[in-house]
């Protein structure tokens, strides 16, 4: 889908999202895919040296159905 897919680019525009779709066709990979997200992140959080929130709290979204931040900003102090 993206020219040099391999190379790390917060900025890349036209994403799509990354929801794991529902009902008959719910991601098979899914429970693999989060368990990748979750090494990642905590692998990256131990790399940062003592990142805060850029903003505390962070931007929450407005639905009462789906719940968490809209983005999570960490900086490096
Ligand atoms: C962040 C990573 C991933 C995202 C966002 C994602 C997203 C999705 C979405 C939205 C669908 C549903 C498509 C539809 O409704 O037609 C889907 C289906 C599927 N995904 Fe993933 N996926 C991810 C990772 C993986 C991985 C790691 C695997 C395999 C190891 C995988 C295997 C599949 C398969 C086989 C289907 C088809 C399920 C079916 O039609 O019964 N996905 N994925």
């Not at 794991?20 to 368990?35: D, E, K, N, Q, V």
């Not at 709290?57 to 968490?68: A, F, H, I, K």
């Amino acid at each position: 889908r993206f020219h040099d897919p391999d190379r790390f680019d917060p900025d890349r525009h036209d994403n799509q999202h990354l929801g794991f779709g529902s009902g008959i066709h719910l991601c098979f990979g899914g429970p693999l895919a989060r368990r990748e997200a979750q090494i990642a992140l905590t692998e990256l959080v131990h790399r940062l040296d003592a990142p805060t929130l850029v903003a505390d709290p962070p931007p929450y979204r407005r639905s009462p159905v789906l719940r968490g931040p809209i983005h999570l900003q960490v900086q490096q102090n």
